[in-house]
């Protein structure tokens, strides 16, 4: 059993930064791809950022390539987000993924269809002002 909980979200105006971070609880985080989720009101949750287990590849949505970075450190079963130039439309609460499919362990490709998650943090809000 993994526990993921989530810090970091709050508000921010446009163009600004924020970091987010989700600690795991239990001895086999470094076994999981992991990933950041995001799901705005009145919209689908829709995959973000992921690492692979051992941080050596990550995946981007279109959506936030350059601007977002996803890093882990597995030394302290912590993942994080950084997320620099902001946009009203990065409102949303976003969650922490764990995912011990291959593409994930390998790849940090994570996917919310059935059976791609393991576990999932209960989410951080972070609204961005205009």
């Known amino acids: 059993q993994v526990q993921l909980v989530e810090s970091g979200g709050g508000l921010v105006q446009a163009g600004g930064s924020l970091r987010l971070s989700c600690a795991a609880s239990g001895r086999t985080f470094s076994r999981y791809g992991m990933g950041w989720f995001r799901q705005a009101p009145g919209k689908e949750r829709e995959f973000a950022a992921g690492i692979s287990r051992i941080g050596s590849n990550t995946y981007y949505a279109d959506s936030v390539k350059g601007r977002f970075t996803i890093s882990r450190d597995n030394t302290k079963d912590t993942v994080y987000l950084q997320m620099n130039s902001l946009k009203p439309e990065d409102t949303a609460v976003y969650y922490c993924?764990?995912?011990?499919?291959?593409?994930?362990?390998?790849?940090?490709?994570?996917?919310?269809?059935?059976?791609?998650?393991?576990?999932w943090g209960k989410g951080t809000l972070v609204t961005v002002s205009s």
């Open positions: 993924a764990a995912s011990s499919s291959a593409t994930a362990q390998i790849m940090g490709v994570l996917s919310s269809s059935v059976g791609g998650i393991n576990y």
